[in-house]
Every structure is written in C-alpha cells, then in structure tokens.
C-alpha cells in the first residue's frame, strides 16, 4: 500500500541553525504533498505544501524541495527559533484525496 | 476561513460503551470527509473516508463494526467507537478538503481525546 518515510525522528538544532527534514513516498499517483506542524494535543497546521509540477516552494525562512524521479520531497527550515520546536510531519495526497503521514519528526531548537 | 469542528474535544467512558465523535463542517459542504487516529508519539494513521451518501470506505486494518462512520449530511460525520476497550484510547481527528476546485489542501477538526477505562 501507499507509505511515507520521515527521517530524521528527532532533530535538534541551534537557534539560528537550519533545519532539514527528508520524507519518501511509494505512490508515483502522489500529486500534492503538504508539511505539517504539531503541537501537543493540537491539531496539525500546515505550513507549506508543495504540487507534483513544482520542484521547490519558498515561504519565507521555510522552504520545500520534491523530486518526482526520486520520490523524495524535504522541508527546509532556516535561522530556526526556539518557537519552531515542535513535531512535524510530512504527508503525500494521491488522486483519491487520502493523506498518508510520515512518522513525525521532533524538533528541538536550543536557544 | 473554512473551519472543521469536533464535538467533544474530550470524552471518557467506560470499556464496553460506545462512544460517538461528531465532525462538522461550520461554513462549506463536504461530501467526503476522512478520520485519523493518533495514539501518543506517533503519527496520524488514515482509519477511514467518509462519504455523504455512501458507504464508509475503511483502510486495511480498521474493523467496521467497530468504527462506526455515518455522513449524516454534507456538513456532518459521526464516528461511533463501538464496544470501546483500553486500547482504544486514543486522539482522533476528522479532516476535510477545501471546497474550492483546484486546491487540495484539508482542514482539520481540534481532535478528540478518547480515554477508556
């Protein structure tokens, strides 16, 4: 069935180091790829998201990159701040509209 | 914006009861609406559809007499754990497309902390 790997399961960073998380998915169907942060308790907020016929997406010190021949998409986070700390995950929609989630990546941020 | 809601926001019950989630969505329809379940540190897994007007469809793994969905309308789903155990404990959390065409992503509801005892 449709799977999506996340590495690394957790991360830690300095304040004002970037940040990088690799996802890969299964499905070559995939067209639309979104990254989610979580806190807590929360419901996921989504934070950037990427479609099948864009390479990279920039949103100020957040940024996606997806290579559909590799299957692989990652999420970029520069000068991190200690208020980035929190699980992100990455998910891959296919043309049936599911949501398959990676494992999740913790984010710690050190100030 | 187009916002999802849940009802309750949390619940326990005892093991044997069943225990119903309602997913609404407060300004747009939603003919399909999906349900997660997350259990603590983990990631959100995909339980199953909802579809106004049909029938659920269910991820492998995930008992239908036991999950209980039903799309009441275009703007509300239930998910009805029945005979709920320990292991059922869980953070659930329903979502659903954005209706503009041409856009992809979901809202998500706030979730629903099930405790059973």
């Known amino acids: 069935g449709e799977n999506v790997e996340q590495h690394p399961s957790t991360l830690s960073v300095q304040e004002g180091d970037s940040a990088v998380i690799k996802c890969t998915y299964s499905?070559?169907?995939?067209?639309?790829f979104p990254w989610y942060k979580q806190e807590l308790g929360k419901r996921p907020q989504l934070i950037i998201d990427?479609?099948?016929?864009?390479g990279e997406k920039k949103d100020q010190r957040i940024a996606v990159t997806l290579n559909k021949t590799a299957k692989h998409f990652s999420l970029h986070i520069t000068e991190t701040q200690p208020e980035d700390s929190a699980v992100y995950f990455c998910?891959?929609?296919?043309?049936?509209?599911?949501?398959?989630f990676g494992q999740g990546t913790t984010l710690q941020v050190k100030p | 914006g187009a916002v999802v809601s849940q009802h309750p926001s949390w619940v326990i019950c005892k093991s044997g009861t069943s225990v119903k989630i309602e997913c609404r969505s407060l300004?747009?329809?939603?003919?399909?609406m999906f349900w997660y379940r997350q259990f603590p540190k983990q990631s959100l897994m995909l339980m199953a559809t909802?579809?106004?007007?049909?029938?659920?469809?269910?991820e492998q793994g995930v008992e239908k007499d036991k999950f209980l969905i039903n799309h009441a309308s275009l703007t509300l789903s239930t998910l009805t754990v029945t005979s709920a155990h320990p292991e059922d404990s869980s953070f659930y959390i329903c979502s659903a497309p954005r209706p503009e065409p041409g856009t992809y992503e979901q809202y998500f509801g706030p979730g629903t902390r099930l405790t059973v005892t």
């Open positions: 499905d070559s169907a995939s067209n639309y």
């Open positions: 990427i479609r099948s016929n864009v």
């Open positions: 998910a891959a929609e296919g043309n049936t509209g599911k949501l398959i």
């Open positions: 300004d747009f329809q939603a003919t399909t």
């Open positions: 909802s579809n106004e007007g049909s029938k659920a469809t269910y």
